[in-house]
């Protein structure tokens, strides 16, 4: 009755009377024959993460949880989720629910940590979200998204989804921006100053605007610049891949700590590169 954390890698068949655990605080299920979950009765949940295989898959969790912090959910059929009664939830991730979506997580204001994976989502409301610093989307349907009332974001992921357009303007903190394999067109970073890591490769980006003096990695390949304005970031960038653009000028010459430099396939006419290069 004392037992606090509970994991089973795989159940073959029905899940442990719950009720003998009320002081759970952490559960893990890697699968098993059972389609349902009520998460309810145990009141003092503050971690649950389920991953579905061998064929058998849940469909249905009832989640009324206002200790639980982290929730992730990976492969399930679950149709709807529902999470207004985990308030306190911080972190969450739900990857590979084909079946699922949408999600709301208006009622979670407390959340730090979004990561949602191979879903089939197009569009996530996060106005209530302000305290967000982590969000990742990889391979979902989004074509824009909103994030003017996050300015706590430090990192920024969203991957192979249709992205046309973003403004990142109120987003200050970041410090890591992914945003390969979307349709940009173009991108103002005029605002994100703090940036560290920048990949946006796989674009059909026309205009890129930096302005943050702590860079130290740019990836903008495969995409359609002509010409790309470096004065406004600092000189401790170590890595620059413009591969496969359309520029014919660039001056690097202020950036004497770059050590892995691709502008392969470009129209170059002129490359001004600093003396003591570590090429």
């Not at 009755?1 to 068949?13: I, T």
């Not at 009324?64 to 939830?89: E, R």
């Not at 390949?221 to 413009?242: T, Y």
């Amino acid at each position: 009755p004392n037992l606090e954390s509970l994991s089973l890698p795989w159940n073959p068949s029905q899940l442990p009377n719950f009720h003998q655990v009320p002081k759970l605080k952490s559960l893990h299920l890697g699968g098993g024959r059972y389609t349902s979950l009520d998460l309810s009765i145990l009141p003092l949940l503050e971690e649950f993460y389920v991953q579905e295989r061998y064929g058998y898959t849940i469909n249905n969790l009832n989640i009324n949880n206002p200790m639980l912090k982290k929730l992730y959910i990976y492969s399930t059929n679950i149709v709807n989720l529902n999470l207004i009664n985990a308030p306190n939830l911080e972190e969450l991730t739900v990857s590979q629910n084909e079946q699922l979506v949408g999600l709301n997580v208006d009622n979670n204001i407390k959340l730090k940590k979004i990561s949602l994976n191979q879903n089939n989502f197009s569009s996530i409301n996060l106005n209530n979200n302000r305290e967000l610093e982590d969000l990742a989307i990889y391979e979902n349907n989004f074509n824009t998204i909103d994030l003017r009332n996050n300015n706590k974001l430090k990192s920024l992921q969203i991957i192979k989804n249709n992205i046309s357009t973003i403004n990142l303007e109120n987003n200050p903190n970041l410090t890591y921006l992914h945003l390969s394999q979307n349709n940009l067109t173009s991108l103002d970073l005029h605002n994100n100053n703090l940036l560290r890591q920048l990949d946006v490769k796989n674009n059909n980006l026309e205009s890129l605007i930096l302005n943050a003096q702590n860079l130290t990695s740019i990836n903008a390949s495969n995409n359609k610049l002509s010409s790309l304005n470096l004065n406004n970031i600092g000189g401790i960038v170590g890595n620059i891949n413009l591969k496969n653009n359309k520029l014919t000028s660039l001056d690097l010459r202020n950036f004497s700590q770059v050590y892995d430099l691709d502008v392969s396939d470009n129209l170059l006419k002129e490359l001004y590169l600093p003396n003591n290069i570590y090429l």
